[in-house]
Nanobody, 126 residues
Framework: QVQLVESGGGLVQAGGSLRLSCAPS????????MGWFRQAPGKEREFVGS????????YYADSVKGRFTISGDNAKNTVYLQMNNLKPEDTAVYYC???????????????????WGQGTQVTVSS
């Protein structure tokens, strides 16, 4: 059973920074890509960013571009999300996800990921 565990969430003032981490717990696995999504109360889960291990390509939602950075270690299937200049609208539960099967589903689509973490709360106060 593949399990992903997020950490690093918390409460921060607007303009501050947080660094989220996501690491596997349990058996190791190989993935094609890993992504970060977030879900605010009453809203659908939305794409934040992703990293594809082949070529190391990263992709970001327009709302976080220039403020958030994804990095990771393919060998450890560990991924990080550095969040700078946080805004109150970034408040949400953040989830990491892994894509371990080939699929044509876009990396921005949560249906393209088959393993998910439990999420970590990020709260940005104004």
């Amino acid at each position: 059973q593949v399990q992903l565990v997020e950490s690093g969430g918390g409460l921060v003032q607007a303009g501050g920074s947080l660094r989220l981490s996501c690491a596997p717990s349990g058996r190791t696995f190989s993935s094609y890509a890993m992504g970060w999504f977030r879900q605010a109360p009453g809203k659908e889960r939305e794409f934040v960013g992703s990293i594809s291990w082949s070529g190391g390509n990263t992709y970001y939602a327009d709302s976080v571009k220039g403020r958030f950075t994804i990095s990771g270690d393919n060998a450890k299937n560990t991924v990080y999300l550095q969040m700078n200049n946080l805004k109150p609208e970034d408040t949400a539960v953040y989830y990491c996800a892994a894509r371990t099967v080939r699929t044509v589903v876009a990396v921005t689509d949560p249906r393209g990921y088959n393993y998910w973490g439990q999420g970590t709360q990020v709260t940005v106060s104004s």
